[in-house]
């Protein structure tokens, strides 16, 4: 289905003894429009017709991955079967995850590729001293492409090791401190025990560390079939000065050679300017794949946060690439307990992000982040949890056109949820309610956030104590409708599997303008009403 129009129908007639399981294959026909998510509704029902299960999945019919990513990651690529490795696809597949970046899997950061081109490693350590198998990667990459997943290589853009002279990368290339050259910027990792004591750190703007940078990744890419580079910076670092002694903007640095990467290297580029630090450039400036961003509570804090960030991405996108945030919930319970992620924290982070156009990199081969270190131990995703992201997952793909991409517009207008007026913003105690539209479509869209009863807006809820909301029931909606309604929609992710509902309304009007009310089914933590003209 698309929203309430179906596409496509199959029925098969089957035998099912008690406790038995079996497959039934279906072909699905779909229309060949590009960019277009559909619902897949499965249901049973026995030889009185009466309804025993039913489940829901989805499909993304897209040319290019780049409008609707759904971004994940890879850290462990020790020597494994390619039985092994298709088992950890298949999970990320199963969230319909369709991008992955492989993250601290290259030699060193000045000299990605172990050995030569014609001669490459069969194995190697990383930063951390991790195994890499040579087999195993390129398996990987191979069985990604198989299931329409690109891969990126991790790397950061200004980065080299203790040694860097023995590679040919000269100090002149250098960020520093003072304008006399003689403190060079660095990443300490020096409390760490790894194979450097600290990341050196040179200047994207320079041409030589440009042509150096382009060079070794040409090589790396000449072995492993990545199909881009993910690039990495580290925030604002104070007062910087190239070796001349003149001050550098740096992130007014990155632009040049991200586009020489795309354009030299023929490859594709993902940049993270940190919590912001350089977003705009990267807007204006950069041939991107996606727009990709690491927050940290410093900047981004709260709920309402997350969604301001996505909205500024969405005004210079027009919804033409996807928006990506990298954002490591627990934080500090991994830190300190340890045990499982929070269930309340994540589903609220995640309804904030999808609602608001974006998607989570959170999920890969060791399960969620809790951290920038993706590779460390993390917390545990427990069985509740593992249910409910596979349901935000396919809620993502299957209204993936009322969530993103291009046409959507946001408007300023009230609604009430039992006479109470929603919130503006992610204000505590209320629900909050933000609307767009799709005029193209003529579809209004107004996105419910059940935060009447959770005990902060802070996403990142760091030692996991995000209360489960109490679920709001049967409760009276009325909406100021921008769009004239000829039917009213519901769909959650909590709720019936994220099946789309169609339910009884009334227009009218008065004094502030035409609206509709509507009983509202059903609001845990997160409730799409789809109004259509």
Same mark, same amino acid.
Request: net charge negative.
């Given at each position: 289905k698309k929203l309430a129009q179906t596409?496509? @129908?199959h029925c098969s007639d089957i035998s099912l003894d008690a406790q038995q399981a079996?497959?039934?294959?279906?072909?699905?026909?779909?229309? $060949?429009?590009?960019?277009?998510?559909?619902?897949? @509704?499965?249901? $049973?029902?026995?030889n009185d017709d009466e309804l025993l299960d039913y489940d829901m999945s989805a499909v993304d019919v897209s040319s290019d991955w780049s409008r609707f990513p759904r971004y994940g990651y890879i850290t462990n690529i020790e020597e494994r079967t390619q039985e092994e490795s298709k088992e950890i696809l298949d999970r990320l597949r199963k969230h319909h995850i369709n991008g992955l970046f492989y993250y601290d899997i290259i030699d060193r950061h000045d000299k990605p590729l172990a050995g030569t081109r014609d001669n490459p490693a069969k194995e190697w350590k990383t930063l951390a001293y991790h195994n890499v198998s040579y087999d195993t990667l390129n398996t990987m990459i191979q069985i990604g492409h198989e299931y329409n997943i690109k891969s990126f290589v991790y790397n950061l853009i200004f980065g080299a090791y203790d040694n860097y002279e023995e590679n040919g990368v000269k100090k002149e290339w250098g960020l520093f401190k003072d304008k006399l050259h003689n403190e060079q910027d660095a990443h300490d990792l020096s409390s760490l025990n790894w194979e450097t004591k600290k990341l050196w750190i040179f200047n994207p703007a320079n041409k030589n560390w440009q042509d150096y940078y382009l060079d070794v990744h040409k090589d790396f890419l000449a072995v492993y079939d990545f199909d881009g580079i993910q690039v990495?910076?580290?925030?604002?670092?104070?007062?910087?000065?190239?070796?001349?002694?003149?001050k550098v903007a740096l992130n007014e640095t990155y632009s040049a050679l991200l586009n020489r990467i795309r354009d030299e290297l023929n490859t594709k580029v993902i940049f993270n300017p940190v919590s912001g630090y350089g977003l705009k450039q990267m807007l204006d400036e950069v041939d991107y794949d996606v727009?990709?961003?690491?927050?940290?509570?410093?900047?981004?804090?709260t709920y309402n946060s997350l969604k301001a960030a996505l909205d500024k991405i969405y005004r210079s996108t027009k919804g033409e690439r996807g928006s990506v945030l990298a954002a490591y919930m627990n934080y500090k319970k991994r830190q300190h307990q340890g045990g499982s992620f929070n269930t309340a924290g994540v589903n609220f982070t995640n309804a904030v992000i999808m609602a608001s156009g974006g998607s989570h990199l959170e999920l890969g081969d060791t399960g969620m982040l809790s951290s920038e270190y993706y590779p460390g131990n993390t917390l545990k995703i427990g069985e509740q949890l593992e249910k409910d992201l596979r349901n935000y997952y396919t809620?993502?793909?299957?209204?993936?056109?009322?969530?993103?991409?291009?046409?959507? @517009? @946001?408007?300023?207008?009230?609604?009430?949820?039992?006479?109470?007026?929603?919130?503006?913003?992610?204000?505590?105690?209320?629900?909050?309610?933000?609307?767009? $539209?799709?005029?193209?479509?003529?579809?209004e869209l107004v996105h419910l956030i059940n935060l009447k009863t959770a005990n902060s807006v802070e996403w990142v809820d760091e030692m996991g104590t995000q209360k489960e909301p109490e679920v709001v029931s049967a409760a009276q909606v009325k909406h100021y409708v921008t769009l004239e309604p000829k039917a009213v929609y519901v769909a959650s992710p909590d709720y019936h599997e994220g099946v789309l509902e169609a339910v009884d309304f009334t227009a009218g009007s008065d004094e502030k303008g035409t609206y509709v009310t509507f009983q509202l089914p059903y609001l845990k933590y997160w409730t799409m009403v789809v109004i259509q003209k």
């Open positions: 596409v496509d @129908e079996i497959t039934v294959d279906f072909q699905l026909t779909l229309p $060949l429009v590009d960019y277009t998510g559909y619902a897949v @509704e499965v249901y $049973l029902y026995n990495d910076s580290l925030g604002h670092r104070g007062d910087l000065y190239d070796y001349d002694g003149n727009a990709y961003m690491e927050v940290w509570p410093g900047e981004y804090k809620f993502m793909v299957a209204y993936e056109n009322c969530l993103r991409g291009p046409g959507l @517009e @946001e408007v300023t207008t009230r609604t009430y949820l039992n006479d109470d007026l929603c919130s503006y913003d992610s204000e505590l105690g209320r629900i909050w309610s933000f609307t767009k $539209l799709n005029r193209q479509e003529e579809i």
